[in-house]
């Protein structure tokens, strides 16, 4: 039975009255308060005395509560036949004291337990030797046996059953180990000073390794890993934030890297795969798509395959370089540049080849007289002028002088001879010549960071070869009337 607080002497007067809380004025002579000895809320037990009225009084449990009150919890004899007394107001004594039933209780556990040791002797005839006895052994060796307690008597059982530490400081287990599945949070293989690091087994025939208690990679039931997922539906499926990084761990002079990267996923940003020659230090620097040079190594056809929208997931082949040859991948589809990304110098030995089959284009018209004035009039704009961006970064006197028009005073001589729209801020250019060109294109952001590459914006232009064409027939149109003049 638990035993309730004691003190001794503390003793208390009280004036209260009634059936509740009993409030102590101060200590007896010879005597403690209550507030000096005892914690509030503690059990103990108290004793009533009325001095006023004799007849009344009352043994039991209870506590002094936070206001200095003893709180009669329940009442073990009174003079109300054993039930709480409605004490009247007036002198009477508040005791610490310790009551009957409690020494009768401990008087019958020392019994009982004297009783239990009377059969310990027999008791311990029937258990297994006392281990202390024996050698103390910092490990288990092959053939040691462990004696347990099996149903009424003892067995061997060979430690090679169990796990144990050996001599080399590792843990053998005899069998298979049968783990329990485990979390990501508490893996079912882990360790003692990490125990949210380890392995745990998510389901049938899967395994997965964790590390700070969140899941890093997972083998499936058909052989499938996934590194950052869950559910890979190919052999090797890394998705994450940091990219890829596949190659050598070897330092300078050994073998180089490669990295396969990937910076963005189902977000505003463009997402690409960059593949890229990682070894700064070595001074060729090259790149091999398709393999090696030696025999056996190189590979006879290198596709660039890209989709046309996100959420695609089959590509086509825009380019491919086969026998030495860059070819598009369908005819008459793709360029080389663009508006906001052009190509700055072409460098070759013959010059490029235009299509002009008769097979392949309407039977040619006679110039207008409009188209004629045009070209007259073009032809006499034609001058020398400079690059604004060569004058920026080489200087006035270092950048070359070119041959050319300005494509916005072509546009105008053509709109003034009825034969276009001309320029306004209504509409944007339109032009049915081809030697007249206008593009527009879209800002850019730069593919890892989002931060802005190029503005968006438009620029003029003309077809050299075609202008001159038209210059040409205005030309020998203006000769003839003078040789016929």
Known sequence: MPTPFFADLVREMCHDGGTGPLTPTGAAPGHRRFADAVPPGASFHYAVASVAWPAEWENGTGHIDADGRLVRETVAASSHGGARVDFAPGLKTIALTVGAAWFAGQQDGAAAQGAALA????????????????????????????????????????????????????????????????????PSIGFAADPDTGVYRPGANVLSLVTGGVERVRVDAGGRVGIGTASSTHSLEVIGSDGVLL?????SGAIKSARLYSPAYDTAVDAQVTVYYAYNADTANILMLGGGTSAGQAATTVRICTADAIGTHTGAVHWEVTGGHLLPGSNNLYNIGSAAQRVKTYYGVDGAINTSDAREKTALRAFTAAELRAGRRIAGTVGIFQFLAAIEAKGAQAAREHVGVIAQEVWAIMADEGLIDPLGDEADPSSRYAFLCWDQWDARQDAEEGDPVQAAGDRFGIRPDQLALFLIAAQEARLAALEAA
């Open 119 to 186: 059969g310990l002797a027999d008791a311990l005839a029937g258990k297994q030797p006392l281990s202390t006895g024996h050698a103390a052994a910092a490990n288990g060796v092959d053939g040691d046996t462990l004696t347990v307690r099996r149903s009424a008597g003892w067995v061997n059982i060979p430690l090679a059953a169990l796990a144990y530490r050996d001599a080399g400081g590792r843990v053998l287990a005899g069998a298979p180990l049968a783990c329990a599945d485990g979390t990501a949070a508490l």
């Open 247 to 251: 190659g050598s761990g070897k330092t």
